[in-house]
């Protein structure tokens, strides 16, 4: 496990949505290095534990990443302005391992779980098909940045009000009835993985899950993310998410 702490400008803050933020740091330790699935942890002022947060792209020296306010940290950061100083863990985990990104390949996204999807897809370019499920039209985010990674971009709400009216897992059997699909890759809330892990199983298609958990140390130092997982020989033991993963082997995942 190799990661870097280090403090960095913020040179970009945008507010697509008034509870969301699109941040852009120029952090060349970290963006340098730093591969599709990884996240960072962000210190937010005074709070002793640090947040985890996926990294959305990695281009040069710039480090983008995206997140909602839900309590005091991410309220604290959503705070910082351009020209303020972020203090930075990172790269942490173990992202996406891609096995050939000339084949079609289908990304499954929920809620925040979209933000690591846009650089994962990117190596894919016009092979990649892009799943993104949101509670509602006014939740949806990020649409032209998947398109403009030349995705084929499609979106599902619950309640209908944009896309289709459904679950994001229904776009996947539709997807996968269309045509051959080499790997499924997605984040987002436990039931939507834990559904496009049943789907990758009967199409027999490869497929790696990035989980969320709550997190303390972010650095498998404490335990707090512990997540069940089965051996080949079938035993079963924990991993951390924090530094095992965040991504894991859909066939891995004990639910
Ligand atoms: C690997 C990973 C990547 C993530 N990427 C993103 C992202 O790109 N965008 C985004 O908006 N959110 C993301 N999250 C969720 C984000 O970490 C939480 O929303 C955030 O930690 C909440 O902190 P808070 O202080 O605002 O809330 P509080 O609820 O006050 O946090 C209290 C404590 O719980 C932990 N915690 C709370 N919710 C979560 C959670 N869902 N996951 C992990 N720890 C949590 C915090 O780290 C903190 O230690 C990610 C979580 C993980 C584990
Ligand atoms: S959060 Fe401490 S071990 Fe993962």
Redesign the pocket.
């Known amino acids: 496990m190799s990661f870097t702490v280090t403090t960095c400008p913020l040179v970009e803050a945008r507010a697509p949505r008034a509870d ?1 933020y699109d941040f852009t740091v120029c952090c060349p330790e970290i963006a340098r290095i730093a591969t599709p699935g990884q ?1 960072i942890m962000v210190r ?1 002022g005074e ?1 002793t ?8 792209d990695a281009e040069g020296d710039l480090l983008r ?13 959503a705070e910082r302005k351009v020209g303020d100083i972020l203090d930075i863990l990172g790269p ?2 173990n992202g996406f391992t891609f096995d050939d990104t000339s084949q079609p390949a289908v990304f499954v996204g929920g809620g ?2 979209i ?2 999807l846009l650089h994962a897809c990117k190596p894919f370019g016009t092979q990649a098909t892009v799943l993104l499920g949101f509670r509602s039209a006014d939740l949806v985010s990020m649409l032209e940045d998947f398109q403009a990674a030349g995705a084929d971009v499609r979106l599902a709400t619950d309640n209908g009000t944009a896309g289709h009216h459904g679950l994001v897992t229904d776009l996947l059997r539709a997807r996968c009835d269309e045509g051959p699909v080499s790997a499924i890759f997605a ?1 987002g809330p436990k039931p939507m993985l834990r559904a496009t892990a049943a789907i990758a199983e009967e199409w027999e298609i490869p497929c790696q899950l ?7 140390c ?1 650095i498998g130092a404490c335990l ?2 512990a997540q069940k997982i089965r051996h080949p020989d079938g035993t079963e033991t924990y991993a951390h ?2 530094s095992d ?2 991504v894991f082997d859909a066939r891995v995942v004990v639910w």
């Open positions: 969301l996240f937010c709070l534990l640090r947040r985890p947060i996926s990294i959305c990443f995206v997140f909602e306010v839900r309590g005091a940290g991410t309220a604290w950061l942490q985990g925040i779980g933000f690591p984040c990035s989980l969320e958990q709550r997190m303390a972010g707090g993310c998410v924090c993963g965040p």
